[in-house]
Every structure is written in structure tokens, then in C-alpha cells.
Nanobody, 124 residues
Framework: QLQASGGGLVQAGGSLRLSCAAS????????MGWFRQAPGQEREFVAA????????YYADSMKGRFTISRDNAKNTLYLQMNSLKPEDTAVYYC???????????????????WGQGTQVTVSS
């Protein structure tokens, strides 16, 4: 139901834009988020956006470099990633869930459905 795309290989300092398209589900009803998982590590929060798009959340290490956005008319979620670093290398997942209090936005368990992931590799 969620199809993530836009990953690839990029040099440090470069940019990528991830997309997450939905089918069979109207994303405007849900909070949406991006998470990432590097080999041997737990899945970690990257960014999230409220169902209306007016509230965004970021992990501290992504603030100022990543921008989450959504186009509810296109039923699509985006993640613009700038100033990429080798430590950003991971599989990036999009996810959706019901609106929750802000403190719960950062947890994987707050999201009910997930995309398949797209690989982002940043070379030094």
C-alpha cells in the first residue's frame, strides 16, 4: 500500500528526495513518518508530519538538513534530504498511522502500515 522510491547512491554533501506513494488508502487521514534502519541497528525515527501537514517533527540529527512534506491531493509523502553524510546510509521506510499526541510521534509502534523501504547510500 505504500511504495517508497528515490533512494540511491550519492556523495557526501549531496541531496536526494524520497517519495512515498500510497495506493488503496487515503493518506490525508493519517500522520505520516519516515524511519531508517542501518545494518545491525534498530529502526530509528527520522521525521514525521501531521495529517494536515501543518506540524512537522524531526530527529535532532536531521534538523536543518531534511524536510518532510506531503501532497494529500497526490496521496504522496516526501523527504528532501540535503547535506547528506555517510552516517545517513540506511534503508529508509515510510509509515502511516492515526493522529497521536506529539510525544508518541517518534515511536514505530505509533504507525500501523509501512512501505517496503528504499536504500540510501552516502559515500565519503
Amino acid at each position: 500500500q505504500l511504495q517508497a522510491s528515490g533512494g540511491g547512491l550519492v556523495q557526501a554533501g549531496g541531496s536526494l528526495r524520497l517519495s512515498c506513494a500510497a495506493s488503496g488508502r487515503t493518506l490525508s487521514r493519517y500522520n505520516m513518518g519516515w524511519f531508517r534502519q542501518a545494518p545491525g541497528q534498530e529502526r530509528e525515527f527520522v521525521a514525521a508530519i501531521s495529517w494536515s501537514g501543518d506540524i512537522t517533527y524531526y530527529a535532532d540529527s536531521m534538523k536543518g538538513r531534511f524536510t518532510i512534506s506531503r501532497d494529500n491531493a497526490k496521496n504522496t509523502l516526501y523527504l528532501q534530504m540535503n547535506s547528506l553524510k555517510p552516517e545517513d546510509t540506511a534503508v529508509y521506510y515510510c509509515a502511516g498511522g492515526p493522529p497521536v499526541v506529539s510525544s508518541r510521534t517518534y515511536y514505530t509502534r505509533s504507525y500501523d502500515f509501512w512501505g517496503q523501504g528504499t536504500q540510501v547510500t552516502v559515500s565519503s
